[in-house]
């Protein structure tokens, strides 16, 4: 019978998903909801998963950049109280993505100066990189790995659902 992760407490969740990464079974359907159910519990101080979900996927299929606080927006969300709380909250998206064989969807989210030249600032540049590092990924040229996969984000955005 399969697992209905709505039904779970946070710890139950916390649990089921520690299971499956120490058993190295994180491409399991069952892992992929309960680790969106848990983002989406979490809120990440106002940060809304589904929304920053959706609002990435839709400036992709438009071949657009977004800022940081067009996320914080997007959730309603006051920017003064989630900014330090973002990178969690990329890095739940982005491992949430990269488990259902997604690009790096934090590759087109960058600071505001920054929206229209596609640049991170190097602090950001690391942070992402590291992630991508946890994630597995071999990276020699951090800037031209960062333009592969947001290229990749807008491939994969023009055939999502």
Do not use: C
């Not at 710890?11 to 983002?39: C, F, M």
């Not at 990435?56 to 950049?65: V, Y």
């Not at 900014?83 to 087109?108: C, K, Q, T």
């Not at 600071?111 to 600032?121: D, G, T």
């Amino acid at each position: 019978m399969p697992i209905n992760v709505t039904k779970l407490m946070d710890d139950q969740l916390k649990n089921l998903i520690e299971n499956h990464r120490r058993h190295k079974e994180t491409s399991a359907p069952v892992y992929l909801e309960a680790l969106r159910e848990l983002q989406i519990r979490r809120g990440k101080g106002g940060l809304e998963f589904d929304k920053s979900f959706q609002i990435i996927k839709a400036a992709a299929k438009e071949g657009l950049f977004l800022s940081y606080k067009d996320l914080a927006d997007a959730s309603g969300a006051d920017w003064n109280q989630v900014h330090y709380s973002i990178g969690g909250h990329l890095w739940d998206l982005v491992e949430f993505a990269d488990r259902n064989g997604w690009p790096m969807l934090s590759a087109i989210v960058v600071n505001k100066p920054n929206v229209r030249s596609e640049a991170m600032e190097p602090e950001t540049l690391k942070g992402f990189v590291a992630a991508a590092r946890d994630l597995g990924y071999a990276i020699t040229d951090e800037e031209a790995f960062l333009h592969e996969q947001q290229a990749r984000v807008f491939e994969w955005a023009a055939t999502a659902n």
